[in-house]
């Protein structure tokens, strides 16, 4: 669970808690960083709200659909908005995956 992931040009590292996208440092709060580390897990998979809610807020969240809007929100300012390649993908209906 500690190992790099890497998808594209992304990489996070959960031991050192860093993320890097082609090279360049991308700071992220700790939701934020769970929740890409989720998608990075899963590349190319589609997860839906409640997936993401489960296993990144956990059961006894009071978080909503919203708060997984918001944060894919959040995510992709900082993860895909200087890149001509965006890697996190919204599946209308079902949830959201991440490039593989």
Same mark, same amino acid.
């Given at each position: 669970? $500690?190992?790099?992931?890497t998808v594209a $040009?992304?990489?996070l590292d959960p031991a050192a808690h860093r993320v890097e996208r082609a090279?360049? =440092? %991308?700071e992220l709060t700790p939701r934020e960083f769970n929740l890409l580390a989720y998608?990075?897990? +899963? =590349?190319?998979? !589609?997860l839906t709200k409640d997936? %993401?809610?489960? +296993?990144?807020w956990g059961y006894d969240s $009071?978080?909503?659909?919203?708060? !997984?809007?918001l944060y894919i929100h959040y995510l992709r300012q900082k993860v895909d908005a200087a890149s001509a390649e965006p890697l996190i993908r919204?599946?209308?209906? !079902?949830?959201y995956c991440l490039k593989g």
């Open positions: 669970e $500690d190992e790099r992931l $040009d992304l990489s090279g360049r =440092p %991308i998608l990075m897990r +899963h =590349p190319a998979r !589609v997936q %993401i809610l489960e +296993h990144v $009071d978080a909503s659909s919203g708060a !997984v809007e919204t599946v209308r209906g !079902v949830g």
